[in-house]
């Protein structure tokens, strides 16, 4: 019988009459914890909430020192190592600044998708936070799961940041990552919600179906309608894919049957995850894509997420993911993806200790480096890894990255 530490709040359904009935992730609870590791954690994670802005370089950047910290935790970071963490993660950061003004129960729509009143965004849901008792996964449930337009079917925004962010909010409960969560989620929020909240977008038919989303991304790679494009990668591709090619993205998009066992379906977005990160890159290339990062670590998102959200909601959260994906894979310029390059990585008796070693120890300390090896172990310790396929690709990960690319 399956144990973990916490009970779901009344507002959401059973996990068995979930779509997708994978086992809960182990919930952390941070506030009364007793190790020495977890106290630093949670006051960390405080003095972050307090004193930096969730975005910054001209609110383009995103705050990932809790994603940083609270993954080198999980993997054995003790409270000096996630102290020195914290402390050079924070010499690129940003204080908060106000806002052009507040934010209220009225009006708190009308400000939408501006960046510059994350501030009174933040302020907000914590006036909330108060309104509903202290309750954050209330106030989660209210502006994230209510109403006609919920802000959940934006939360792929920005590579996913407001999903990413969520998940580290129910995965260590958080009331500061949550709030922070719905700050994002509301300062990013953009007119991509229309293809969830609109029927119109996912019921229009395809061209063809299948349940394989590794069938898709080959058919994409030859698809004739994105050729000529755009002739480099990046970020800025994507609005264009939407504005000029939104027809044939919503073909692949919808082809995606998940029929039978949704639980098989689902374990395949994670494969699928994990090979754009590990089987597009080439070999003796310097730098991984800083883009099928998020690709990944989204695909976490809605893992911890998927057994502890509105059953209503589940799907939409795949698909979103799913969307996300094909996007990001086209504004890449569609490469092949080559899985031998996991499968026939030589392991000589490296297991997910000696990663952890790499994460926490090795001079690589980019906030993504540690943050992709406990994603990749998190994917095994769920689907099981008896062949190894997780662990292959961390081990690459660790011994090859030395930066991200992906961009001009």
């Known amino acids: 019988m399956l144990q973990f530490s916490f009970s779901l709040p ?16 182990k919930i952390y609870e941070l506030e009364n914890a007793p190790e020495k590791p977890t106290r630093a954690l949670k006051y960390l994670i405080k003095l972050n909430h307090a004193n930096h802005a969730i975005l ?33 993660e924070c010499l690129v950061m940003e204080p908060w600044v106000d806002s052009p003004g507040e934010v209220s129960l009225d009006d708190w729509r009308d400000f939408l998708g501006r960046r510059e009143y994350q501030r009174a965004f933040v302020n907000y849901f914590e006036d909330e ?21 919920p802000l959940f079917n934006s939360l792929i925004t920005d590579l996913g940041h407001p999903l990413i962010h969520l998940s580290y909010a129910f995965e260590f409960s958080s009331r500061e990552l949550a709030m922070e969560a719905l700050g994002l989620a509301a300062t990013t929020y953009s007119p991509i919600h229309k293809y969830l909240s609109d029927p119109i977008y996912t019921q229009t038919e395809s061209s063809y179906h299948t349940p394989s989303l590794f069938d898709i991304l080959s058919r994409v790679r030859t698809d004739i309608r994105f050729r000529g494009l755009f002739g480099t990668p990046g970020n800025e591709n994507i609005e264009k894919i939407f504005a000029t090619r939104e027809d044939a993205l919503i073909d692949h998009w919808n082809a995606w049957k998940i029929e039978g066992d949704a639980v098989t379906r689902f374990r395949e977005t994670q494969e699928v995850a994990t090979a754009l990160l590990l089987g597009t890159h080439a070999d003796g290339s310097e730098e991984y894509d800083f ?54 990585v030589e392991l000589k008796d490296r297991d997910w200790k000696w990663v952890a070693g790499m994460a926490l120890k090795g001079e690589k300390k980019d906030a993504h480096y540690v943050k992709v090896l406990r994603v990749l172990r998190e994917a095994a310790g769920t689907w099981g890894d008896e062949e ?16 991200w690319g992906g961009f001009v």
């Open 56 to 88: 910054f370089h001209e609110r383009k950047s995103h705050n990932h020192i809790p994603h940083l910290l609270s993954s080198a935790w999980v993997q054995g970071a003790d409270a000096d190592e996630l102290h020195r963490l914290y402390e050079t």
């Open 291 to 344: 883009f099928f990062l998020h690709v990944l670590s989204t695909s976490h998102a809605v893992r911890i997420l998927l057994p502890l959200i509105p059953a209503k909601f589940q799907l939409a959260l795949v698909r979103q993911w799913w969307l996300l994906t094909l996007s990001v894979y086209i504004a890449q310029l569609r490469p092949e993806i080559h899985i031998d390059r996991i499968r026939d």
């Open 388 to 403: 190894g396929y997780y662990l292959r690709a961390a081990v690459r990960f660790a011994e090859e990255f030395i930066g």
């Open 129 to 149: 936070l108060v309104r509903h008792g202290y309750d954050w996964k209330e106030v989660v449930n209210e502006y994230l799961f209510s109403g006609e337009q």
């Open 10 to 25: 009344r507002i959401y359904p059973l996990w068995e009459r979930s779509q997708f009935k994978i086992p809960p992730p």
